[in-house]
């Protein structure tokens, strides 16, 4: 079974960074645009960065200038890179191949307020 998997959630202080990993199987990292998604406790999910096969970011509004989304080739792993987070950046973080309905199980990532 085609497996995304996240890791590098965690707790982090208001204006803090962290740094989220999704490791994927080569075929799909080659063949798919790459996305990290979030969900929040009472909310839809909803996408905050995207990366093309030919490494085109797309961010939302919430995140443009916070948020940074990278791909590793060699690795077939995405990343994203979080700064200046904020309460309002709590949420389930998962990784998806665009299009494919591929998604991994999330990562918890927590900025108290």
């Known amino acids: 079974q085609v497996q995304l998997v996240e890791s590098g959630g965690g707790s982090v202080q208001p204006g803090g960074s962290l740094k989220l990993s999704c490791a994927a199987p080569?075929?799909?990292?080659?063949?798919?645009?790459m996305g990290w998604a979030r969900q929040a406790p009472g909310k839809m999910r909803e996408m905050v960065a995207t990366?093309?096969?030919?490494?085109?970011?797309s961010y939302a509004d919430p995140v443009k200038g916070r948020f940074t989304i990278s791909r590793d080739s060699a690795k077939s792993t995405v990343f994203l890179q979080m700064t200046d987070m904020r309460p309002e950046d709590t949420a389930l973080y998962y990784c998806?191949?665009?299009?494919?309905?591929?998604w991994g199980r999330g990562t918890l990532v927590t900025v108290p307020s």
């Open positions: 998806n191949a665009l299009g494919s309905g591929v």
């Open positions: 080569e075929r799909i990292f080659n063949d798919y645009d």
């Open positions: 990366i093309s096969r030919h490494n085109m970011p």
